[in-house]
């Protein structure tokens, strides 16, 4: 728990406390913590193996819209939860950990303000654990769900000529990526694509939109 001393969660705690909570899902930052990691549709199988405990704003609303909590700083202490869990199970240069320790300032900003006199959670930093007794594969390198959201928003940056090319690289590595949707209009699946070509075709948009690569010439 934050501290020792617990203070109870009656009517005027739970009312700041959902303030604090909706500011949180009324930001445009947390679309991605509003709901429960759909870890099998995003095939992370790893997902409930490193992060114990998952939380999300929707899930800790209705608890506390539901009276689970009985002291302030357990409802506290969770919504700290979702912030730790993103920064365990992404790593700190992830771009989604960014935005959550943007609404982890924005939460303790907001305790602060609505709650003065409670203490704020204390970070306690973590890291993937693997059971030691268990035998280890070699890593393989894989696309992950961060990575496939950052491509699909980078690539709608990009002028057509350029998606061309970006398609003209997909098809020569990894033809399976593509479905024909309708005649001559394909839509690529980006879980198909090989990750050599998917790090190729990152780094290729990446110099892109950020100007690095306007002279050079594409490699296919």
Excluded at 26 to 35: A, G, K, L, Y
Excluded at 85 to 106: D, H, V
Aim: net charge neutral.
């Amino acid at each position: 728990m934050i501290k020792n001393t617990q203070t109870p969660l009656n009517k005027e705690e739970q009312k700041r406390l959902n303030q604090i909570v909706q500011q949180l899902i009324d930001s445009n930052d947390s679309v991605e913590f509003r709901q429960p990691v759909d870890y099998k549709r995003l095939n992370l199988p790893d997902y409930i193996q490193i992060v114990k405990r998952p939380m999300d704003l929707g899930t800790l609303q209705y608890k506390l819209n539901n009276n689970v909590y009985k002291t302030v700083e357990e409802c506290l202490d969770e919504i700290q939860l979702i912030w730790d869990n993103c920064k365990l199970y992404n790593g700190s240069t992830s771009w989604i950990t960014k935005i959550a320790e943007k609404l982890e300032r924005l939460f303790k900003k907001n305790v602060k303000n609505y709650l003065p006199l409670v203490n704020l959670p204390q970070v306690v930093p973590k890291t993937k654990e693997t059971p030691s007794d268990v035998y280890q594969e070699e890593p393989q390198e894989q696309v992950t769900y961060n990575d496939k959201v950052e491509f699909s928003n980078n690539l709608k940056q990009l002028a057509p000529e350029q998606i061309g090319l970006i398609v003209h690289m997909i098809q020569n590595t990894s033809p399976n990526a593509f479905i024909e949707i309708e005649r001559e209009k394909y839509q690529i699946i980006v879980d198909n694509i090989e990750f050599e070509a998917f790090t190729k075709c990152q780094k290729q948009i990446s110099a892109w939109i950020t100007g690095d690569d306007i002279n050079k010439k594409v490699k296919i």
